[in-house]
């Protein structure tokens, strides 16, 4: 199993900084990725009040643009959409997804729970945001950054998440409509 997961600016993050904290948590990036493509296992890792969860992620329905292409710093890179659909208490919502993946660089990760491109995704544009990597580490330790199969981490839907997210948050704030 693979993992992706963002790496900590030492010049603008801090853990306390709860603006980019919010910015993270609305765009998706908060957490770490799990894609093992073999046995068909997607995973993001998440702590929600105090508990961490293992959260099922749907692979994506890619097309990709092979005549479109543009460079992301040196590597070139092939343009690929989707369309993300989210469902809220202000009703449902469609976003294009665009994301711009470089087939020179191994493997199928993207920011996000993006994934499933024959390439690294190295820009993504998802309605809400806009993700551009501009410095790649590939950490070659074996090994998992912690035990995935830990039985404190519980195994939910992304549905089922949400839906602890919104009772814990009604019930924190004490309020019937979120």
């Known amino acids: 199993m693979r993992y992706f997961?963002?790496?900590?600016s030492l010049k603008t993050e801090t853990s306390t900084n709860p603006i980019r904290s919010f910015a993270s948590s609305y765009g998706g990036t908060r957490g770490t990725f799990f894609v093992d493509s073999k046995d068909s296992v997607y995973l993001n890792?998440?702590?929600?009040?105090?508990?961490?969860?293992k959260v099922k992620i749907e692979p994506k329905i890619w097309k990709?643009?092979?005549?479109?292409?543009?460079?992301?710093?040196?590597?070139?890179?092939?343009?690929?959409?989707?369309?993300d659909?989210?469902?809220?208490?202000?009703?449902?919502f469609t976003y294009n997804v665009v994301a711009w993946f470089s087939p020179e660089l191994p493997g199928i990760y993207g920011p996000a729970g993006y994934f499933g491109l024959p390439g690294l995704i190295l820009e993504l544009h998802n309605g809400k945001m806009s993700l551009e990597a501009n410095e790649l580490?590939?950490?070659t330790k074996k090994g998992k950054p912690f035990d995935i199969d830990d039985e404190r981490r519980r195994l939910v839907t992304e549905k089922q998440y949400d839906s602890i997210v919104e009772k814990t948050t009604k019930d924190f704030f004490n309020i019937s409509k979120f």
């Open 85 to 92: 659909t989210i469902v809220n208490p202000k009703g449902v």
């Open 5 to 8: 997961k963002k790496k900590k």
């Open 45 to 53: 890792v998440r702590e929600f009040s105090g508990s961490f969860f």
């Open 137 to 139: 580490d590939f950490d």
């Open 64 to 83: 990709i643009h092979s005549d479109e292409h543009k460079y992301v710093g040196k590597y070139k890179c092939l343009k690929a959409t989707t369309v």
